[in-house]
Nanobody, 125 residues
Framework: QVQLVESGGGLVQAGGSLRLSCAAS????????MGWFRQAPGKEREFVAA????????FYGDSVKGRFTISRDNDKKTVYLQMNSLKPEDTAVYYC??????????????????WGQGTQVTVYS
């Protein structure tokens, strides 16, 4: 089992920045691809970003490309999401997720086996 705990959410004005963290515990972290997803009220879960277990491959959802950056520190068992130029439409609960060992990162939520409890991000104009 892998336990994931997100932190760093909050209230921010449009144009501002936040950095989300997702700390992992339990089984090996360094062999798992990680992803960030978000869900706004009344909307479907949306892919935000993903990173391979090595950290060499990253990709992003179209709505955040160029504004958000995903990274990981395998020694600290933590994945990060740096969010810049935030917009009100970025308001959502953000979830981090982990695949099973050595799977490729994916934009599909069904490819992830472990999920955090989520952290709220609210962007006001």
């Amino acid at each position: 089992q892998v336990q994931l705990v997100e932190s760093g959410g909050g209230l921010v004005q449009a144009g501002g920045s936040l950095r989300l963290s997702c700390a992992a515990s339990g089984r090996t972290f360094s062999n798992k691809a990680m992803g960030w997803f978000r869900q706004a009220p009344g909307k479907e879960r949306e892919f935000v970003a993903a990173i391979s277990w090595s950290g060499l491959t990253t990709f992003y959802g179209d709505s955040v490309k160029g504004r958000f950056t995903i990274s990981r520190d395998n020694d600290k068992k933590t994945v990060y999401l740096q969010m810049n130029s935030l917009k009100p439409e970025d308001t959502a609960v953000y979830y981090c997720a982990a695949t099973s060992a050595y799977k490729a990162p994916s934009s599909s939520w069904s490819e992830y086996d472990y999920w955090g409890q989520g952290t709220q991000v609210t962007v006001y104009s």
